[in-house]
């Protein structure tokens, strides 16, 4: 604070900084700050702007005011980003050493679901239900405290943004918590009607943790097809930059009739008018300026832009197409030579003859023989993907013209690719598995897969997609409980105490972070024991078909799965 006396600003008192200001022998405004990564933030509070408006005597009239408004909006947001980037800052360590535990929580969960996959299953499926349970207290809860206590939008005073005002309503918790209420019911049903199959479930996620342990490499190979997919998506967007780029700098003229003093000696007369930026300066001056030597005050030649060429657009297509092809490519790589390496197993009759490096035989067979199938699925898929992303592309065009017509015929043909899309997802994944056991080419393969699905479609149904909706509810459920468990954690006052720092300003940012990055993490790992689950399905379909259990065609299914059928394979007499 500067001022025109001789005072201890130290010691001074906010009435007394009032009144210094009232006598104009202090800065007109007296505003709040706070340390924000080490720079001093202005607080804009709405004890602030009191402040403003006191000391100018309400002078301000209603233009001036919404501007004020606007301003304190603009720098609250600025400050709320400051104070979460600081947040974030701060622990990063914490979120890093966070990270490290989630990696070794998966793979503890792996190893429990290959020794205690039932009691895990259910009880991730029961924590999942209490976690619902327990938000639906916490909704009900804060529904009734602020029910009872009604925070105003604009009067609350611990609450910052319009987001957290929302939440001091009463009917958005109660909204919440009807929502809340609505999905554990259906879960519950679905878990009552279909707890048999979830038992047949398990056995078939028994097998995959048993295939995936007698291989462990396979848990950690998922970190290079997406290091290899990182990458591609970093040179896609380079590339979609260098696209942007090409072309020639437009430029127009602008404010020329705002500009009475302008004279531009004939050569540019026209609002909007093509330029060129030097040539402007040279020919266009100020009249009114000494010897009119000046620069126009308010025309200019503004840059507008770059102007491509048509062959652009078909760059940006090619890219695209390319993008996508890759990215698939890549995934639909690591997945058949998952596939080769569980099929591998599931096809080995004592399986402690299981070859060491079955994982660097997959991997082999795959790029020796079949990068040329992969590349085929991986081709049909990116040209709907691309055929759906202009789709989207025409329906932003289009919303000037918007009616019911448009709308409906846009709304069927995304409705219809992305149907399409799914579908193919699943005819090639089935189709590399099935590459992976027999070695025929992609439409062989696809044929064989779906008329072999078809001929099971109800195992198809029940029993696979209840593992993937276990595999699902246990990601949930361990990127839900970290979560919870970080902001709770971040709550203790213990852990300030011991680490010697400060309190974060919001909690839940790095919580919710965490959440996310858990559930990404976990998603990685589940996706070798889905391939794995998926593989040994269509395996045990097929071995079912082929075999009968006699001596000369045993069954190459485990014991739990031939009790679980009752079925037997025959000994020599």
């Avoid at 919404?66 to 979460?84: G, R, T, Y």
């Avoid at 929580?105 to 996959?117: A, S």
């Avoid at 997609?465 to 902001?487: C, Q």
């Amino acid at each position: 604070m500067v001022c025109t006396e001789e005072v201890n600003v130290n010691t001074m008192t906010s009435s007394q900084a009032v009144q210094y200001m009232r006598e104009d022998k202090c800065a007109r405004f007296l505003l709040a700050s706070q340390p924000v990564l080490g720079r001093c933030f202005v607080n804009v509070t709405t004890a602030a702007l009191d402040v403003i408006r006191e000391v100018t005597n309400g002078t301000l009239n209603l233009g001036e005011d919404e501007i004020v408004d606007q301003l304190a909006n603009l720098i609250k947001f600025d400050q709320l980003s400051s104070q979460i980037v600081q947040d974030l800052v701060q622990s990063r360590w914490y979120l890093a050493g966070a990270l490290v535990a989630v990696f070794v929580l998966c793979f503890i969960y792996i190893l429990l679901l290959r020794w205690v996959v039932a009691p895990v299953v259910w009880v991730s499926i029961a924590a999942f239900l209490a976690l619902l349970c327990f938000a639906m207290y916490l909704c009900y809860k804060n529904f009734e405290y602020y029910k009872a206590n009604p925070v105003g939008l604009y009067q609350t005073t611990n609450l910052k943004g319009y987001a957290q005002s929302v939440f001091a309503k009463h009917q958005t918790w109660l909204v919440i918590l009807i929502a809340l209420a609505v999905i554990f019911l259906i879960l519950l049903l679905v878990v009552i009607f279909l707890r048999n199959r979830i038992s047949i479930a398990i056995a078939l996620i028994r097998e995959g943790s048993k295939a995936v342990t007698a291989v462990k490499s396979t848990i950690l190979f998922p970190i290079f097809p997406w290091i290899l997919q990182c990458a591609v998506i970093a040179y896609g967007v380079l590339v979609l930059m260098l696209l942007l780029s090409i072309g020639e700098s437009a430029f127009q003229v602008v404010n020329l009739r705002n500009d009475t003093t302008c004279s531009c000696g004939g050569v540019y007369t026209e609002e909007g008018q093509a330029c060129n930026p030097a040539n402007f300066i040279k020919v266009c001056h100020d009249t009114q300026s000494v010897g009119g030597l000046l620069p126009c005050s308010l025309a200019s030649c503004h840059f507008t832009g770059i102007d491509n060429p048509n062959s652009v657009i078909a760059l940006h297509l090619v890219n695209l197409l390319g993008f996508f092809w890759t990215m698939f490519f890549i995934s639909g790589i690591a997945d058949m030579m998952l596939a080769s390496t569980f099929s591998t197993w599931y096809w080995t009759f004592h399986k402690r003859d299981l070859p060491f490096f079955t994982l660097t035989s997959g991997i082999y067979r795959v790029l020796r023989y079949h990068l040329g199938t992969v590349a085929f699925g991986a081709l049909i898929i990116a040209i709907v993907r691309v055929i759906r992303v202009i789709l989207e592309y025409l329906d932003r065009k289009l919303k000037k013209f918007d009616n019911p017509f448009t709308r409906c015929v846009m709304c069927c043909c995304k409705c219809f690719f992305w149907c399409l899309e799914s579908f193919l997802k699943f005819i090639n994944k089935n189709a590399y598995i099935m590459c992976a056991v027999h070695g025929k080419n992609f439409c062989k393969s696809a044929h064989d897969a779906f008329s072999l699905l078809m001929r099971n479609i109800v195992r198809v149904v029940v029993l696979d997609k209840v593992a993937d909706f276990i595999f699902f509810l246990s990601k949930l459920l361990i990127s839900i409980g970290v979560g919870i468990g970080v902001y709770y954690l971040l709550e203790w006052n213990y852990v300030y105490e011991i680490t010697k720092g400060e309190r974060l300003h919001y909690n839940y940012v790095p919580a919710i972070i965490l959440s996310v990055a858990t559930y990404l993490i976990c998603t990685i790992f589940f996706n070798v024991y889905s391939m794995a689950v998926d593989t040994l399905f269509l395996c045990f379909l097929e071995d079912c078909e082929r075999n009968d259990g006699s001596p000369e065609k045993p069954y190459f299914m485990s014991k739990n799965l031939l009790k679980i059928l009752g079925k037997r394979n025959k000994k020599l007499k």
